[in-house]
Structure formats: C-alpha cells, structure tokens
C-alpha cells in the first residue's frame, strides 16, 4: 500500500505505508509491506501509558471522569474546553500547570492554532496535544508517593511503570522495547508494528491479564482495559478535536473503532466487535498519508464508508486552486 | 541514497533519494535510485523559464540588472530587499503588482515569516517566493506585445515559450513533457530526472544552442546562458535567502556552484567548473531531506566540506531538546 500524491495525472510524491493487523490472540490477518517494522510508538501509545491509573487505582483515587481518562489517552487540539479539562484534572490531584513537563507548540488543530495567534494568546505546557498523559502521569506519581519532579526520564518509577506495562500488552520484552524521547519529553517506545496491533486487539478483551492491585489493595470494577476503551468510546471529540482524523473516524462508527494516531506517520486502531488491531507506518512520516491511510484500511476491514475528508485530500495551491490530490493505493494482503 | 531520521539509535523514518548527476553531453556520470523518474521540476525549472527573457531581447529592451534575472530564477525568502527588487522591475516593465497572479504565502524564512507576522504584514502576490519568475513573465510578455492577463495558463504564450525553452535544454519533446499546476499557478514540467540534470549541465556550455533573435533582430553580446549563470553566481543572497540552503551551498562554494530548490523534494545543481548537472529527487517530496542530499551528492562531487547547517539536522522537540536527527546514508553510484 502506498499514498500517491498526483499532480497533472503524473505521480508526484510517494509514501509507502506497512500495515500489521492483528487479533487479539496474536495471530496475524492482514498485512502490508512489513509487519514486523520497528519503529516509534509516539502518541498511538498513550492508552497503554494510561492504563496504569486504572491498574494500580489512581483513576479511583482521584475520581478521574471518562472525560479525564480520554484526555490522558489523547492527542488533543488544545480546544478551550480540552485544556480546561486538563487544568480542572490537575487540580484534582493537588498540581498545577508548573508541574508539567510538556513543552507548548502551536495547537494541532490549524482552526484553534490561527483563533490563538489572533488573539494572542500564550501557549503554555497545558496546550500540548499531551497534557492529558502528563496530567495522568502526574496523578500516577501522587497516588504512588514517587516525585512528581523529572517524571519524564526514563529512570523515574512513573516511566518504568508505563514502560512494564507496554511490554505487558505488547508481548515484547521489557529490555527489548528501544527507547527514545518523545516530542513532549517522555518516554517513547520502539517495537513492531505486529506488536503495537496486538497491544490494541486485547484492548477488547475484557478478562486480559489481571487488574493489579495498589498499595490499598482496590481493584477497579469494570477491567481497566475497558475502563480506557468506554472513555475513548464515548469522547471522539477529546480523542483529538473537531475536524481532526481520529475525531472523524470514532465519529463515523459510533462504538465501533478507535483509532488513535501517533506522529510520524503511525496510526493505531481497535475494531472493538471484530476484535481486531490495526498499527500502520507510513514510511517517511508523513501525517496526512497516515489518516488517508488508516480510513482505507478501515474501509477494506468494513468500516464502510470512509469519511469523507479522508477519501483523498486535494492539493489546493496559493492561488486557491486545486491541482492535484493525495490518494490511496492498493489495499491490504492475507 | 537514503535520509534517515534517527531517534534513540533506531531509523523512525526514511527518505529515499533517486539522483542523477549528467555531464553537458547528456552522459549518465553516476547516479542512485532511479535517474529516470518521471516527476516535477517545478521551481529548480526557473532558470530556464528565465532564459526567454535572454534569448527573445527582453532583457536588454528593459535594461534588466543580475539582480533582477538572479529573482527571476529565485525562490526568494520575501525578504525586503527581494521583495523591493522585484517592484522595480515591475515599475521598469510598466506593470504593478496587482498584475502578478502568483498567489501569497508565508515566506520561506521562518525568521522572515514570523518578523512579519509580527509586524503584522499583509502578504500580497508579490511577497510569493515566486514573485521573481512571474515578474520575469509579464516581462516577457510586454516585449513580444502579448497580453499580460492570463499569462499563468498552458495556452498563453508566454507558457508555450517557456515550455518551448524548457524542450530545448532538456531534450524531450514539447508533447512528451507532462504538464500541471505549479504552486504558483504558472505551467510546470514533468520529465525524467536524467533530463534536468542535462539541462543543467548545458547552462556551463556557453555556445550550446543558438541565441534567438527577438523581432528587431537584437542579439544579446553573452550567451543567455552565461548570462542566467553569472547572475545566480553573483547572487547568491537573492536565489533563496539568508540561511537557506541554497544560498548556504552557494556562499560556501563562490562561483563553483548553482543550487536551485524546487518543491516536493526536488533540487538541482550545477557544477560550473565540471560542467555537471545533478538533480535529484525525495520520493516521498520531504524538503529538508533534499537539502541535505544535495549537499552530500557535491561533497562526493568534490565540494567539501559541506555547510555546517547541512551535515546532519538534529530533530528538536517542544522542550528545546535534540531527541534525533536526520542524516543522508549511502552515496552515488558510477
């Protein structure tokens, strides 16, 4: 599979895309290119960094809504009401904005990004697309007792935790996952992509693995896994934002996907009744290719039709004319 | 040839890099990937959309300066003083700026883009990188008394001359030329990279075809050719713009090197003293990764060393810290 960018019927620009799909007991049921690729888990990781607060009884702790543990799973627009849900999360675990680590950059969504620059307004850590996992980490590290100072590096008990617990859903060894720094500053995960689906598939299975106890020996009701795939469920809109594609997907197959992207071209997906995950790479990073990419893959597994922004994406130059377009090309293999 | 982005030793992303490198008589010197691949000239076309101004006498006819013909081969970073040049050629043609149709961006300058936002600045038609080529243009069109309007589509004269000069230095026939839609508006060329790199190539020829005369018979004294070559030499400051590649490779290497940017990862360059054309091609169209490419292609050509800023470009994320960087990896072949 590849994403063509056309100009003038003439292949302008390529991006090749690999593609693993998965079931929930590992078995392999559709591919593209390699599903075996290492590469970056980014942001497709964050409801694996957030499955932590419900295993060990933070998200009980602090009553995180559905709406917090959405945002600790998202890469958010940094839209009023997102970043207010974040702010009002810290100040349920005793922080505030200065305790979080992430660095500001300008909103993902182009909309909220030029509503800001006009009326000048300053972007602090608390817009980061991150600052509901940051927000989540820190009430990891309250609710354990560890500091929440440097929770970043890797050495912090905090990134150790999200770390074993990747391994756990990944079935990749805890000494064989690479590690880099993530463009918010924390940990970021190397492994598969075969293994990234898997992580995804078990998602739906209610009884995987066994809800760990904290220090109060609580356990959650519901199994945290559930607890994570109901709060993606029910907020498309905080999973990302409005227009955005992960927003889009969720919103045209209400309880059926999740998807979830990462940057530099990875995109991660559950189909919640096939029981299915989906972790794609688009090779050279490119994030439109991505979505573009995840919507076809959707599609071919019947998630029919695809949204409509995310069919093809026209080429529109600075005179306002469209002259050209981004498309699919070819489909998965079994 | 590969670029390579690199995050905690793993490869997250790559960059594939087809490049042929060709000497003034059309023979293959080396290359890498596919030296025949099909794709835009887009922007690295200027110089030979600027040769017309020469080759007909329209030039001469308006006193045209070096500055002013290196802008016509530019993708210029709207800096203040580019931006003024090309109002005086305007004003020296009888045109304004309101008869320009390249429609307006942001400038190519991070730097020059947010000092303008800063202050504010309405970016009009000729604030485009492209301002240069289109001023060139309706130049054109006043010498031969062709209409100024619509001077932007395939039909219009000026764009069959333009593609009737672009035929001749590159050696493909005017109908076996794929056109489409340039950012700018204007008509751009789809051909081989083999073809561009001959182009190139052939501009340090300074007797390689014939100067055509224009209506009143007006011969230019040095080829056309030297003369688009002299002023993009001289000229480096207005091809692209203060710390832009271009400018950067050219400043390094004075009078020994042409580099020309286009979009969507295509860059081309001439070795004057070897007279070697090189052009080059990111498939996936990524436009740092063509930068530095390029500047590894002339390392291997013998221009070392390469501008620091060209070597490697370290990845930086939202908290200021290097998590990575882009590196080129592998070389030509013979």
Known sequence: MRVEQIRGGVVEAVHEVHVAVVDSTGGLVARTGDPELVTFWRSAAKPFQALPLLEDGAAARFGLTSEELA?????????????ARVRELLGKIGCSERDLLCGPHPPLSDRVAQDYQTRGLRLTAVYSNCSGKHAGMLALARHHGWPTEFYTRLEHPV???????VSRWTEVGVGDIRTGVDGCGVVCYGLPLRNMALAYARLAIADFGLPIADSKGVRP?????SAIVESMLRHPDLIAGEGRPC???MRAHPGRVIAKVGAEGVYCALLTQERLGIALKVADGHAVASALAMAAVL????????????????NVNTRGETVGELRVKGGLEQ
């Open 247 to 249: 927003t889009e997907i």
């Open 71 to 83: 945002l600790a799973c998202a890469s958010h627009s940094s839209e009023p009401d997102q970043v």
């Open 221 to 225: 009701i519901r199994s945290p896994q």
């Open 299 to 314: 599609e071919e597994l019947g998630l029919r039709p695809r949204p409509a922004g995310l069919t093809t994406r026209p």
């Open 159 to 165: 990134q150790q935790r999200c770390l074993a617990e």
